[in-house]
C-alpha cells in the first residue's frame, strides 16, 4: 500500500541547516509530485515546496532562498534541506504525495530548533 | 502568490447539526480547490478534491461546492468523530493552504 516516512534530526540548532528524508513505498516518484508541508507548534499547515516528477523543483517564495527539495527515484527517497534554521522553524515537516490533490500523508517528523 | 483566508477560525456546532466552512481566494483559482481533514493526533486526510469531489472513502455527509474565488465545505449531520480543524487548498498556481478552521462541540 502507498506509504511516506520521514526521517529526520530531531533537533536543529538555531543558524544550522535542516535535512529530511522521506522514503516513499507503493508508487513511483517518477509517476506522482511530492510537497513538503510544515506545521509550527498549535499553527496551521504551510506549503514549502514541491518536486515534480521529471525533477523540477518550485518552492514558496517565503522560502525559496534557503530551500532545496531533490530525489532519488531509484532508491524512492525525496530529500528536504532548509539552512539557516531559526526557532520560528520548530515545526512537524510532512511529506505528501501530490497529484493536485494531497491523497496520501507521512506521519510527519518533529523538528525542534534549540541551543 | 495566491492568497487563501478562512475567516472563521473556531466553529462550534450540536450534534447533527448542518456545518459550512467558508473559504476565499485571493484570485480566481478555477476550482482548484482541495479540502483537508486534520484529527486532533495530527493526522491529516483529503475529504475533497476539485472543489466537490468525494475522495475515496470518505462519508456522504461531507460536499463542497463553490467557484472563482469563494469556496465552501458542507459537513450534514455533524458526527463526534467530525471534530477536527479542516483546511482549504488551492492548486491553481502551486499551492496554498488556508489558515484552518477549528470544529468544535457545542
Redesign the interface.
Known amino acids: 500500500q502507498v506509504q511516506l516516512k520521514e526521517s529526520g534530526p530531531g533537533l536543529v540548532a538555531p543558524s544550522q541547516s535542516l535535512s529530511i528524508t522521506c522514503t516513499v513505498s507503493g508508487f513511483s516518484l517518477t509517476s506522482y509530485d511530492i510537497?513538503w508541508?510544515r506545521?509550527p507548534p498549535g499553527k496551521?499547515?504551510?506549503?514549502l515546496g514541491?518536486i515534480w516528477t521529471g525533477g523540477g523543483t518550485?518552492y514558496?517564495?517565503a522560502f525559496m532562498s534557503r530551500l532545496s527539495i531533490s530525489k532519488d527515484n531509484s532508491k524512492s527517497q525525496v530529500f528536504l534541506k532548509m539552512n539557516s534554521l531559526q526557532t520560528d522553524d520548530t515545526a512537524?515537516y510532512?511529506c505528501v504525495r501530490?497529484g493536485?490533490?494531497?491523497?496520501y500523508?507521512g506521519q510527519?517528523t518533529s523538528v525542534t530548533v534549540s541551543s | 502568490d495566491i492568497q487563501m483566508t478562512q475567516t472563521t477560525s473556531s466553529l462550534s456546532a450540536s450534534l447533527g447539526d448542518r456545518v459550512t466552512i467558508s473559504c476565499s481566494a485571493s484570485q480566481g483559482i478555477s476550482n482548484y480547490l482541495n479540502w483537508y481533514q486534520q484529527k486532533p493526533d495530527g493526522t491529516v486526510k483529503l475529504l475533497i478534491y476539485y472543489t466537490s469531489s468525494l475522495h475515496s472513502g470518505v462519508p456522504s455527509r461531507f460536499s463542497g461546492s463553490g467557484s472563482g474565488t469563494d469556496y465552501s465545505l458542507t459537513i450534514s449531520n455533524l458526527e463526534p468523530e467530525d471534530i477536527a480543524t479542516y483546511y482549504c487548498q488551492q492548486y491553481s498556481k502551486l499551492r496554498t493552504f488556508g489558515g484552518g478552521t477549528k470544529l468544535e462541540i457545542k
Not at chain 1, 44 to 47: A, D, N, P, R
Open positions: 510537497s508541508i506545521q496551521g499547515l504551510e506549503w514541491v518550485n514558496n517564495s512537524i510532512y501530490d493536485g490533490r494531497m491523497d500523508w510527519g
